[in-house]
């Protein structure tokens, strides 16, 4: 059916003091697991809990691109190439890092706030073919209030993103694609006879006419990755 990832198996960073809580889905910083490097082009799925007034500082990437979904509460963010923005629940952000970019980002807000953000290499490299030359310079960009069952493609990076939100009882087919990663925001859903609850996610290879169906309210996020 797919490799099942829990989320209490997840990588844990906690800065108690600072109000950050960060659990990763991938080997990452000092949680080093060299058989959970990545799975295709998606290399981080961290779930970011932030408590009013903590944020991360300006801190550097480059060669990547970023796709934040915002669960609760506003993330503000700023960046080096003069993008500032808040970015709310039911919005989708993407920073392509290109060349390079330094960041910021925090809770400005009087409410906690929670965010998944999902790091994806581009499947051109620099120094590669000039069409695929992604180091060029950063791009910024917030969709807002993104639809269900809107795809939202990341060219660079051959893949697409999917936000499901399901019903009790509802089901959704899973994208037929070399790599399949779909992770559970909240709700639960279930896949074959596995239940999948709040921060599970599963890894499928070669998925091909597959379906999750909700036990009660769920929404989704499910990579198509080719």
Request: proline share 6%.
């Amino acid at each position: 059916m797919g490799e099942v990832w829990r989320g209490r198996e997840r990588y844990r960073g906690k800065d108690a003091a600072a109000g950050i809580e960060t659990l990763h889905a991938f080997s990452f910083g000092h949680h080093f697991d060299p058989d959970n490097l990545r799975f295709g082009a998606l290399m981080a799925c961290n779930e970011e809990r932030l408590a009013p007034g903590a944020g991360f500082d300006e801190h550097p990437h480059r060669d990547v691109e970023i796709v934040t979904w915002v669960v609760e509460g506003e993330l503000t963010h700023r960046d080096s190439q003069g993008h500032a923005s808040v970015v709310r629940a039911g919005d989708v952000q993407r920073l392509s890092a290109g060349s390079g970019v330094r960041h910021v980002e925090r809770n400005d807000g009087a409410e906690p706030l929670t965010f998944v953000q999902m790091w994806l290499e581009p499947s051109c490299r620099p120094g590669g073919e000039p069409e695929c030359e992604v180091s060029g310079g950063p791009e910024y960009e917030v969709v807002r209030g993104i639809a269900d069952g809107t795809p939202y493609a990341l060219e660079r990076a051959g893949a697409v993103l999917h936000l499901r939100r399901l019903a009790p009882g509802e089901r959704s087919a899973l994208p037929d694609a070399p790599r399949v990663y779909a992770h559970v925001v909240r709700g639960t859903v279930r896949l074959d006879e596995e239940m999948l609850g709040p921060g599970d996610a599963v890894r499928i290879t070669g998925s091909e006419d597959r379906e999750m169906t909700a036990v009660d309210a769920t929404e989704l996020l499910i990579w198509e990755l080719r």
